[in-house]
């Protein structure tokens, strides 16, 4: 009879005919599993996107006839797994021996009604039944090994696991397109539409190329001309960005660039994007499903690295300025040109660096092309006055760079007048960093200091030379040489200057940090503050200038003729300066900012080269004020006799009228022997009597008669007469007194050894002639102007200020009108941007 195992049993016999119909169908579904496994993973990583659509369908259709035949090839291959089977299935994993799930199934065939046979019966079944108590199942074998020995189901697993990484949300999306083909493309309607741009980089200034192709598969350019209906022709520079869209195709489509080809990101659905860079390439094409979209012929311009090179000798400026003049190019235009300056022997400065590199401005409109000169003020370097080689670096957008032939340089320097300063100046130059150097500056510190009745005993100078002295014996390092330097400069300015050498150095700080400013773009409100910091400075500098000039009985005589030039001037300026500034108008203000440095380097110039006062210039000087008190006389006498000549009610008694008129006429004649010894002074030191004297001599004689005579009414007139040929006098005095001396005009101090000179200051006024028909300042003066600035900066005229800021205000109008179209809006929020 059966025997039942239990609800364990029959789980374990359920498995066992499970796992050996896997067994059994596992091979043969391996051809089916595969193949499914293979188009999944190719789904999930989009790769039909990247084949024509009739490939695609053929694909699709080859799965499936494949797939649906294995698989019915596999079903038909199930077999019928009996129980039997099952156990010995069980018995094998659990290691039993004689079978012993099959005897327990087994009955007594023979010998039931034996009691001895039906003993040992059910003796044979307890044994059993203890051996199959521990029964084991372990997993079915698949046997692929034989169906497939290169391990292709390992490949399979591989790729669906990266597919499903690569898909990530848009798998399900990838399946359906994988297994639905775009068959409208077989049937010749093409819905895929192509947007791309082409934008060149911005240094370049050239507009950007949209192309596009629509269902006609033709592509158009915003520009350049189609060439055989789709091919068009595109010239644009290295470096140009691409934007690339797609819409529609099913599949993502890829750029191309000659060989190289770049995939598209999908943004939706069935829209695609990309963004890359143009560096080379003769053709650009757009390839989707293996066909192309569009395709483009390409001249793809390289950038050129820019020229540079200095076209004449150095130069030193009236303002003892390096002027190197240059020229350089670039085919769109330069970012940089920078001044290299090395010394010859190879020194550095003490504590810093052994190259100088400084800036050159740049024209705020077309670079391509530039012409110009270096400008730098070096006087004050320790270099100045040395020779060092130098070279210029002109750099365009792209960061390449050119470099021009080294040429020798003697840096200017300053000559210094007074006798301290100069030993001072000579000391600084030749001080460095080496033990002899620095022994050698103790030295010369100690003997200077030892005699302060060289230098008036000015304190200043005497504390001055002991720090410089105690920094040089005690502290060892190089960048104390590099302070005692700045220490000896700044002492030697100081007996050369006086005061005013910290007004002139505050200006020149605050003058570099509003160019600064000017340069980098600052805000409006740094510029301000900046703007007020020059205005503060420059009035400080100029009565600084006036006050030691005054001191040391430097102002010269004046001559009427002379180009005249006040603070106004130059606060008119300012203001203006201020205004170009708020409009925006920033390359203006900077050349601006450059006629104000230019004309107050001339103003610099008064203390920087004035050098010693001659005896024949003090002479003078003494004579022109001496023919200013005749002129004060003869004006306070003129007033005096108009008094006593007024009507009989406010007359004097008669005897004091006869007493005044007797002072008068002694008055007169102390004035008239006065201008005679003037005119002799005259002949001596000009050579000539100035005109006007004479003439104002013999007026006074005239007067002297009528005064004589007691008639003091009829003295007035030759008393005018007096007057004005003095004051007439007076100018063609300072003129001939100019000639005299060689100046061209009446001035104080040298700019350079060529000749230049400044403008003197008298009164609130700075008066002066320069050669070269300019004005005190240096600026040129067109012919028959008075003293108008005309110089090759080109200013706005106060119309066109007020113009633009009319022009401004509106702007800022509109902007505030939401009404008005949102694309007028964008382009006016544009115009304002710079402002």
């Known amino acids: 009879m059966k025997i039942s195992r239990g609800p364990f049993f029959k789980f374990y016999l359920m498995a066992a005919r499970a796992g050996l119909a896997l067994e059994y169908l596992w091979p043969a579904l391996w051809p089916a599993v595969g193949l499914a496994g293979l188009f999944i993973a190719a789904a999930l990583l989009d790769l039909f996107s990247f084949v024509p659509v009739w490939l695609h369908a053929a694909l699709v259709i080859l799965f499936l006839i494949g797939f649906f035949g294995a698989l019915q090839k596999a079903v038909t291959r199930i077999p019928n797994i009996r129980a039997a089977a099952a156990r010995h299935r069980i018995e094998v994993n659990s290691g039993l021996d004689h079978r012993p799930l099959a005897a327990l199934e087994d009955d007594l065939a023979i010998g039931a009604d034996d009691a001895g046979a039906v003993v040992l019966w ?29 391990a292709i189901r390992i490949a399979v697993a591989v790729l669906l696991v990266v597919g ?11 399946l359906g397109r994988a297994l639905l083909p775009e068959l409208s493309a077989l049937a010749g309607a093409d819905t895929t539409k192509l947007n791309l741009w082409i934008t060149p980089p911005a240094y370049t200034g050239e507009a950007p190329v949209v192309l596009k192709s629509g269902a006609s598969s033709s592509a158009s350019a915003n520009g350049p001309a189609p060439v055989d209906g789709r091919q068009v022709y595109i010239d ?34 069935d829209r695609y994007h990309l963004e890359t860079k143009l560096n080379k390439g003769s053709r650009l094409a757009v390839h989707q499903r293996g066909r192309e979209l569009a395709g ?15 076209t004449a000798a150095a130069e030193t400026s009236r303002q003892m300025r390096v002027q190197i003049p240059y020229a350089s190019q670039d085919d769109y235009g330069l970012k940089d040109v920078t001044l290299s300056m090395r010394r010859i022997d190879g020194t550095a400065i003490p504590g810093g660096a052994d190259e100088i590199i400084l800036r050159l401005p740049l024209p705020g409109g077309n ?90 005993g000015n304190y200043t100078v005497y504390l001055a030379l002991r720090v410089a002295r105690e920094r040089l014996r005690q502290d060892r390092r190089d960048i104390a040489v590099a302070d005692v330097q700045k220490i000896l400069w700044d002492t030697a300015l100081r007996l050369e200057e006086g005061r005013a050498s910290d007004a002139n150095r505050d200006l ?36 600084a200038l006036m006050r030691e000039l005054r001191q040391r009985g430097q102002l010269p005589p004046t001559d009427p003729n002379s180009q005249t030039t006040d603070m106004q001037d130059l606060q008119r300026m300012l203001d203006q300066m201020r205004e170009l500034m708020r409009q925006g108008s920033r390359e203006a203000a900077k050349q601006m900012m450059a006629e104000l440095q230019r004309m107050l380097q001339n103003l610099r110039g ?124 007076a100018q063609n005095s300072a003129q001939s007194l100019a000639r005299r001396l060689g100046r061209g005009g009446v001035g104080r101090g040298r700019l350079d050894p060529r000749g230049g000179r400044f403008g003197a200051f008298t009164g609130p006024r700075l008066r002066g002639l ?13 012919e028959g102007n008075a003293g108008t600035a005309t110089g090759r900066v080109k200013i706005p005229e106060e119309s066109e200020i007020q113009r633009a800021r009319k022009i401004l205000n509106e702007l800022r109008k509109r902007m505030g009108d939401q009404w008005r179209p949102e694309l007028e809006l964008e382009y006016i929020e544009r115009l304002l941007k710079r402002f």
């Not at 644009?236 to 080809?261: H, N, T």
């Not at 483009?296 to 090179?309: C, F, G, H, T, Y």
């Not at 773009?521 to 500098?541: C, P, S, T, Y």
Request: no cysteine; glycine share 8%; net charge positive.
């Open 296 to 310: 483009w012929e390409l001249n793809v311009r390289q950038d050129k690295a820019p020229s540079i090179e200095i």
């Open 367 to 456: 670079r391509k092309l530039v012409k110009g000169k270096s400008n730098h003020d070096l006087v004050a370097h320790v270099w100045a006055g040395l020779p060092v080689l130098v070279h210029l670096l002109a750099t365009d957008e792209n960061g390449q760079t050119g470099v021009s032939a080294v040429e020798p340089v003697v840096l200017p320097e300053r000559q210094f007048s007074h006798t301290v300063a100069k030993e001072i100046y000579e000391l600084r130059k030749r001080l460095t960093a080496k033990d002899r150097d620095r022994r050698l500056g103790i030295l010369k510190l100690d003997s200077i200091a030892e005699i302060p009745t060289r230098f008036a």
């Open 164 to 174: 499903v990484f690569a898909a990530g949300s848009d798998g399900f999306s990838r």
């Open 508 to 543: 020149a700080a605050a003058q570099r940090a509003l160019a600064d400013a000017l340069n980098r773009g600052a805000d409006i409100k740094e510029l301000e503050r900046l703007m007020d910091e020059v205005q503060k400075a420059m009035q400080k500098f100029v009565a």
């Open 770 to 782: 320069r050669p070269g028909n300019r004005d005190p300042f240096g600026r040129q003066l067109e």
């Open 606 to 729: 008064a203390l920087a080269r004035r050098g010693q006062q001659s005896e024949q210039s003090r002479r003078a000087q003494k004579t022109m004020r001496e023919l200013r008190g005749i002129i004060r006389r003869q004006q306070k006498l003129l007033d005096e006799t108009f008094r006593r000549t007024r009507p009989s009610g406010q007359r004097r008694r008669d005897e004091e009228h006869s007493e005044a008129n007797n002072e008068g006429l002694d008055e007169q004649k102390a004035v008239r022997r006065e201008l005679g010894k003037m005119m002799r002074k005259f002949g001596e030191q000009a050579g000539q009597i100035p005109k006007g004297l004479g003439d104002a001599e013999r007026a006074m004689r005239r007067s002297e008669r009528a005064l004589g005579q007691g008639r003091p009414g009829d003295s007035i007139d030759p008393q005018n007469q007096a007057l004005d040929a003095l004051r007439r006098g």
């Open 122 to 150: 059910q003796a044979h079944r307890q044994r059993m039944e203890e051996q199959a108590r521990s029964l084991r199942l372990r997993l079915p074998h698949a046997g692929l090994t034989s169906r497939d020995p290169w």
């Open 236 to 269: 644009i520079p290295a470096g140009s960005a691409v934007l690339a869209q797609v819409s529609g195709g099913g599949a993502v489509p890829e750029l191309r660039v000659d060989e190289a080809a770049e995939p598209f990101g999908r943004i939706e659905a």
